[in-house]
């Protein structure tokens, strides 16, 4: 990370407001995570051809971004992740973090180890730490580590595969923990993962307990 944006003033504030040991941590676990599961079929065999994606990009929230991002009807979770910066006036940046694949989803993919009928439960016991569907030693870990880092960093998590929808702020005073009431279903499906984190890059910010 330092060699790509060391020469720009943008290294200094990433590294002073995350850490770049941090944010390099984060991008790696869910690279990786598309990596195991974003290409391959249902079957888990590896696609000949695969799309995966990662899109990082700093954005400068107003009232009215907020506003418009939580609708008429806002979710448990965005209306933490707009209470939380109530007060801090107009100075809100955010560094975003977004990872895609086009593979079938992980939820799909790890079923029948989890042997759960409810897809919901499956997701749970992928968010479980140690918990992987892969054969290999020293896995399973990787999602635990981004909702540490995310908890720690007062970030949000978005979460989207098959029919499901995973939100959730954090701060201060949050649980790590993903919960029933963090996951929706949704009356429609889409193929893949995407993963989305929005980090502050105040200092100080969103320590309060929100």
Known sequence: LGDQIGGSSRFPRLDEAIGIHDLSDLLWEVFKNTHDHGRADSLGNNLPLNFRGLIIQQQDLSDGFLDSWCGENPTEAQEQFRSNWTGFGKN???????????????????????????DIDVLLKCLEQGWTRLQRKNRGDGLTKVLNNVNRHSGWLRIRTGN???????????????????????????????????????????????
Do not use: C, Q, W, Y
Request: aromatic share 4%; glycine share 8%; hydrophobic share 40%.
């Open 164 to 210: 499901l929808l995973l939100e959730k702020a954090f701060s201060s005073s949050s649980e790590v923990n993903i919960s029933r009431k963090d996951i929706r279903k949704l009356n429609h499906s889409v193929m893949g993962t995407s993963v989305h984190i929005s980090i502050p890059l105040n200092r100080n910010v969103l320590h309060t307990g929100g």
């Open 92 to 118: 809100r940046h955010i560094l975003d973090l977004s990872v895609i694949d086009f593979g079938v989803g992980f939820v799909e993919l790890a079923k029948d180890k989890a042997k759960g009928n409810d």
